[in-house]
């Protein structure tokens, strides 16, 4: 039998659907079209409309050029609205926990055809025990964390993921120890909310630093972190451990004081600011990047262009921006909503400043000797990224996943 999986949404994701690739592959074989795959297995997301919406589309349209293959559907869109997943054509219906799990019911439902639904509404989860050997991408994930605790006023996540918790601190560094052995010199710590690590008092710096220490590991990577994480602790690991990569995601959501209070978010702008500065005073060229979500419920035009300000005073090389998603449940739902078309203009308008400043910031190593590992070999053209995550392009057939000193 042949198997398929498309993933949507986050790292946690594409490091849980990398595990069940990995189990299945044992007995099944991958393929990448799923017309032809008997098995079809979709990693769902929720955390706007647009996610939503794209998942939907995507499982009836697999229902219907496939109906006879065996569909499950597992994440968080099934988390948040079971209800609504189950009226659809699916075969076994998995929620965020008991994603190990699948497996062991597709071999039930091989035997009886029995559908499976098995979501629990809860937000008391163990953390779910994943490990993988080897990963499909040059860098590999590895998650260490899952849940959130934040509960900003915006995000439907910490009702779908459940609360904060943590990977076994010793069993991250085995799983690392693994993904080396296979070749893996970059590895990025994921998790829903990765600084929150702690297990047995065990944080998200001491995990940086026993990695460091693991002969063959290069780079060392974060998917994200919050900016209320970077303490003195975490500012000396910076300062000390060069295998950490030269690149920090650290979201600002907004760059007003009066909208940052009412998503629930836990600083303002000159905590933020301050450790920036921090930052760039220990790591001066380092690629900060961030989110920001735009058109906010209330959100003002003196709202908006002060964000707007803030991210050109930044000079973040990279904003991801995002257009404020309602998500049922969640307590920005009382809030008035901005105008759909002024919301698209803002975005639109901070996408341009996003393109401008990642310019700027890539201007200023043009000409310079950096570090590249390479993740793609085609014909005689070689891609990778640097350290601060700067796409590199060569015209030259080089070894995959191996680093090279390139002229930028």
Do not use: W
């Not at 032809?36 to 929720?46: G, P």
């Not at 392009?393 to 390139?406: A, D, G, Q, T, W």
């Amino acid at each position: 039998m042949k198997f398929y999986i498309e993933t949507f949404g986050c790292k946690v994701n594409s490091y849980e659907s990398n595990y069940l690739k990995e189990i299945l592959s044992k007995k099944y074989e991958y393929i990448d079209d799923y017309k032809e795959a008997n098995i079809i297995i979709v990693n769902t997301c929720t955390v706007t409309n647009t996610a939503d919406n794209k998942c939907r589309k995507y499982i009836r349209r697999v229902r219907r050029d496939n109906p006879s293959s065996i569909l499950i559907v597992t994440g968080c869109a099934v988390q948040n609205s079971k209800e609504e997943y189950e009226t659809l054509d699916i075969d076994l219906l998995i929620g965020n926990n008991n994603k190990t799990k699948i497996p062991l019911y597709l071999e039930e439902y091989l035997k009886n055809k029995e559908r499976v639904v098995l979501v629990n509404n809860t937000r008391d989860l163990p953390f779910e025990d994943m490990e993988i050997q080897t990963f499909d991408h040059t860098r590999a994930f590895i998650k260490i964390q899952d849940g959130c605790d934040n509960f900003c006023s915006y995000c439907i996540i910490p009702f779908t993921r459940g609360k904060s918790r943590s990977k076994a601190f010793n069993e991250i560094i085995e799983e690392a120890k693994e993904l080396v052995q296979n070749n893996h010199l970059e590895i990025v710590l994921t998790g829903i909310h990765t600084g929150s690590y702690n297990y047995e008092g065990k944080t998200l710096v001491d995990v940086i630093k026993a990695l460091s220490k693991i002969e063959g590991i290069q780079r060392i990577r974060l998917s994200s972190v919050e900016v209320t994480e970077l303490n003195d602790e975490f500012m000396n690991m910076l300062k000390n451990t060069p295998k950490f990569c030269n690149h920090l995601h650290i979201p600002l959501q907004a760059g007003s004081d009066n909208v940052l209070k009412k998503m629930n978010r836990k600083y303002d702008l000159a905590f933020y600011e301050n450790k920036i500065k921090e930052i760039r005073s220990i790591r001066p060229n380092i690629s900060i990047t961030t989110d920001v979500i735009v058109g906010f419920p209330e959100e003002s035009d003196e709202d908006f262009l002060n964000t707007y300000e803030f991210c050109e005073k930044i000079k973040f090389s990279k904003i991801h921006v995002f257009p404020y998603s309602r998500r049922n449940g969640t307590a920005s739902c009382r809030f008035k909503e901005v105008d759909e078309k002024v919301k698209t203009d803002r975005v639109h308008k901070l996408l341009r400043l996003s393109e401008f400043l990642e310019k700027a910031y890539e201007e200023q190593f043009k000409g310079q000797k950096l570090d590249v590992l390479i993740e793609e070999v085609h014909d005689n053209v070689s891609i990778g990224h640097t350290s601060n995550y700067l796409k590199v392009e060569v015209k030259e057939k080089l070894e995959k996943n191996k680093i090279y000193e390139i002229t930028y």
